[in-house]
């Protein structure tokens, strides 16, 4: 069941969006490759793990898949395998349900929009490749490696750097994200988060959002302040 939409104290200013699993179908991708890792040393990845590891920093990530798979390689080692399977796939990746029409829509009615991702810079390139046109839409676009990003989410780093970069306060800001670790990072940055998570996780995961949706185009915009889709 969402939850029930907030009674706006005032209006949003600027949206910033997470990318893996929220505007782009990524996530499918991270799993195939971890599977792929794992098997290679006779290891079973499966959703038992892969909960607790949803919009992790790529550090993060890998000291917790090493440790849980109790695999025989350091992080270091888990993250240079998967850079070329995943540099392979990414290129491929489609947009998730509601997200381009969304952000069109947002940019048409001149609302600042920013992207705030765990990914690096140059993975964002690889994901983004067919997807081009409405990416350069976004004013800004904050990866985990970003020179002004001290921390990758659940710190705040990466939200607080897209709001100051689109000259809105945090307050001000309104996040989607699909990850509890993205729901932490934007709580922490004082926003207002709107957890769009992967139909498997239990909303439950969820407590700290201000709001639970299960797809985009289920957004109550008007009730944000922000101009309702057509």
């Known amino acids: 069941m969402n939850a029930p939409s907030r009674t706006a104290v005032g209006p949003i200013k600027a ?11 990524t996530e499918g991708i991270y ?14 990845y499966d959703w038992s793990i892969k909960q607790h590891i949803i919009g992790r920093g790529a550090q993060d990530l890998a000291d917790y898949v090493v440790k849980a798979l109790d695999l025989p390689i350091t992080p270091a080692e888990f993250l240079e395998i998967r850079e070329p399977l995943m540099s392979e796939r990414f290129p491929k990746a489609l947009g998730m349900p509601g997200a381009e029409a969304l952000v069109r829509h947002l940019k048409a009615h001149n609302i600042p929009i920013a992207v705030g991702t765990s990914s690096s810079r140059n993975s964002f390139g690889h994901k983004t490749t067919l997807h081009r046109e409405w990416f350069g839409l976004f004013d800004t676009i904050v990866t985990a490696d970003d020179p002004e990003v001290g921390a990758a989410k659940p710190a705040p780093d990466i939200f607080l750097t897209a709001a100051r970069r689109l000259g809105v306060a945090p307050e001000d800001c309104l996040v989607f994200e699909d990850s509890p670790f993205g729901v932490t990072a934007a709580k922490a940055a004082g926003m207002t988060a709107i957890a769009v998570p992967d139909e498997a996780m239990a909303d439950s995961k969820y407590h700290h959002a201000d709001q639970i949706i299960r797809k985009l185009a289920d957004f109550d915009l008007a009730a944000y302040g922000l101009p309702p889709l057509p």
């Not at 799993?31 to 079973?44: D, F, N």
């Open 31 to 44: 799993t195939e490759v971890t599977k792929i890792i794992a098997e290679r040393y006779g290891r079973t």
């Open 15 to 25: 949206v910033i969006f997470d990318m893996d699993g929220l505007l782009l179908d």
